[in-house]
């Protein structure tokens, strides 16, 4: 996306608006992420469905108002803290893509981990048949559905677990 783009009027984010129009009595939006889904709110939180009290704040980085950055510490795959990611220390949070994007650098630390962590049980972990297009820099894998009648949730657990630290800022719910 361009410059010109993002600060284009209808490229505004909702929140912004819907502040400005007095909808919302915050200017924020929260990401609940969990381990069986989440949800996006706008204006505040509900802690209703929250499985402790203890809400993670990220502050976002503020010198661009139209991207949602944040502070990165450091990159984990399955606990194992990655070596080398220190050096990216800005990270976007996108909630409407299922893609990732890195710079090549970081791909190939990620790529190595998680090839490493695919051959240290191959009858467990990373059960799809992974998919060789000629670029190395593309992981994709074959779900077959055939193979798991009953959902996707063991083919997914298969693979390992990326985890971001992030800067935060601890409060108790509400």
């Known amino acids: 996306m361009t410059r010109a783009a993002a600060t284009s009027t209808h490229m505004r984010p909702i929140f912004d608006i ?16 969990g381990k069986n889904g989440g949800y996006f709110q706008i204006g505040g939180y509900d802690s209703s469905s929250h499985l402790t009290q203890n809400v993670q704040w990220v502050p976002l980085i503020s010198n661009d108002p139209y991207a949602y950055r944040i502070a ?31 710079p090549d650098r970081l791909f190939n630390i990620m790529r190595d981990h998680f090839d490493w962590f695919c051959m240290l049980d191959p009858a ?51």
């Open 18 to 33: 819907m502040y400005e129009q007095k909808i919302i009595e915050n200017r924020m939006f929260s990401l609940c992420l």
């Open 72 to 102: 990165l510490q450091g990159i984990n795959i399955n606990g194992h803290f990655m070596q080398g990611t220190t050096i990216f220390d800005v990270g976007v949070i996108d909630s409407g893509t299922t893609f990732t994007y890195v």
């Open 124 to 174: 467990n972990h990373c059960k799809g048949k992974r998919i060789h297009n000629g670029n190395d820099n593309i992981i994709c894998f074959h779900y077959d559905e055939l193979k798991y009648p009953m959902g996707p949730k063991d083919y997914f657990l298969s693979y390992p677990i990326l985890s971001f630290q992030v800067m935060t800022l601890s409060r108790k719910g509400t």
